[in-house]
């Protein structure tokens, strides 16, 4: 599966990590720290890993 790409803003906080999407102002994905499992870096872009 793969998604879309959207210009995004990143906030991560003790408990949360949270995309905010820059044009709709509003949130595009958040979750738990602990659900992280993994993160990969591909130019301009993030994937995150999770699972719940």
Known sequence: RRGVD???VLGVSNELV???DV????VAFN???ADVIAW???G???????GR
């Open 40 to 42: 990969s870096e591909e």
């Open 31 to 33: 979750c738990r720290c």
């Open 23 to 26: 044009g709709a102002k509003e």
């Open 44 to 50: 301009a872009a993030l994937k995150i890993y999770y």
């Open 18 to 20: 949270v995309l905010v």
């Open 6 to 8: 959207v210009p995004c």
